[in-house]
């Protein structure tokens, strides 16, 4: 762990080294990377908004607790944990979400059951689908269902064979 | 993405009209405010990655990174822009190294300008390689799991390793299928 905390000082230390090995002025040029940065934000902003919005209604309706308890059979099916079935489904909504229900699970099961371990691989493989789409593909105009699709189909089979690598384990 | 947001707010509407009424704007405004939180965290994270970024341009690292990365990324995007490589090819990096927060701008520049060359493929190919997650070390799961009292809080590395290469692989193997089917249609 300990050399990994180094990865970013030192990826830091070096480039600012080089740059002012090569005459960069660094000031000058810092400043004008981050003058990108409130258009940047501008551009994500009501995406973001209209995300978060809807991930929070998902969850505080109770929908997403539903749908958890209809997939239930399907997930024992698939040798996924039903506990950590709630954590599958709000994944792809919400970052913050998810890492309230997994430090939950770690509290509820302990953080080195066979449960809590399936939990940490799903939270870990997965990545927040919706979430980076609304960001990247903030105002395109282009059909974003097949991508979408396709990363949730992955992640979820992640999840599955995550399930089925910590019996081995 | 329309279809999806009418279909969960309908279903969540009436689930509060039959729950808890007072409820509904209550977690509407919870979702507003977290928006404005992370937005400005988000401000934050871009101020640092943006200027270091801009500093790695202009030093020639960027060019060094994208140089390194091109006969890949042309594979996989389609695209012969020097300038889109490069974004991506930064953006794939600085997901490997788990860099929090540094991905997210170079994405969005590079997928502003894949969309823009009308290069639709190379957005969702970026799209799926971060939506499935390219992180090498899972560190919040670990940080997490040694606050709560984990005998040996990095035995799920290799498992999440194995299950986050899988998805990718799948992800991009879907998605080049997905690709070859659509215009194979088109041409017919």
Redesign the interface.
């Known amino acids: 762990?300990k050399f990994?905390s180094l990865?970013?000082p030192l990826?830091?230390l070096?480039?600012?080294a080089?740059?002012l090995l090569?005459r960069?002025k660094?000031y000058d040029?810092?400043?004008?990377?981050?003058k990108?940065?409130?258009p940047?934000?501008l551009?994500?902003?009501p995406y973001?908004?209209?995300m978060?919005?809807?991930?929070?209604?998902?969850e505080?309706?109770?929908?997403s607790r539903?749908i958890a308890e209809f997939l239930t059979p399907f997930y024992r099916l698939l040798g996924i944990p039903p506990e950590i079935s709630s954590l599958v489904l709000i994944k792809p909504f919400s970052g913050?979400g998810s890492?309230a229900l997994?430090?939950e699970i770690?509290?509820t099961y302990?953080?080195?059951s066979y449960i809590?371990?399936c939990a940490?691989?799903a939270?870990?493989?997965?990545?927040t689908?919706?979430y980076?789409?609304a960001?990247?593909?903030?105002g395109?105009k282009?059909k974003?269902?097949?991508?979408?699709l396709?990363?949730l189909?992955?992640?979820f089979?992640?999840?599955v064979?995550?399930c089925l690598?910590?019996r081995i384990? | 993405m329309n279809a999806i947001f009418a279909a969960i707010f309908f279903a969540a509407c009436l689930l509060f009209l039959f729950s808890d009424p007072d409820l509904f704007l209550a977690a509407m405004l919870k979702g507003g405010q977290k928006a404005a939180t992370l937005s400005l965290s988000l401000l934050s994270v871009y101020c640092v990655w943006l200027g270091f970024f801009k500093v790695m341009e202009k030093s020639g690292a960027m060019g060094c990174v994208s140089r390194a990365m091109t006969p890949l990324a042309r594979r996989l995007f389609r695209t012969q822009d020097k300038e889109a490589i490069s974004l991506a090819a930064g953006n794939l990096s600085a997901n490997l190294l788990g860099l929090p927060g540094a991905p997210t701008p170079l994405g969005i520049r590079a997928t502003q300008r894949f969309l823009a060359q009308n290069n639709g493929f190379a957005a969702e190919m970026l799209f799926v390689l971060n939506a499935t997650s390219l992180q090498l070390l899972p560190t919040t799961v670990i940080a997490l799991r040694l606050a709560m009292g984990s005998a040996s809080p990095a035995d799920i590395f290799l498992p999440t390793l194995l299950a986050t290469a899988f998805t990718t692989l799948l992800g991009v193997l879907l998605l080049l299928a997905a690709e070859t089917c659509g215009r194979k249609r088109r041409a017919r």
């Open positions: 762990m990994v990865i970013i990826l830091f070096i480039v600012f080089v740059a090569r960069v660094l040029c810092f400043t004008e990377g981050v990108e940065a409130v940047l934000l551009s994500v902003f973001l908004a209209a978060l919005i809807l991930a929070e209604l998902f505080a309706s109770g929908l539903m913050s890492t997994l430090s770690f509290s302990g953080a080195d809590a371990r940490a691989v939270y870990g493989s997965g990545e689908v919706f980076i789409s960001v990247y593909f903030a395109a282009k974003l269902l097949r991508p979408i396709i990363s189909v992955a992640n089979s992640g999840v064979l995550g690598l910590l384990f």
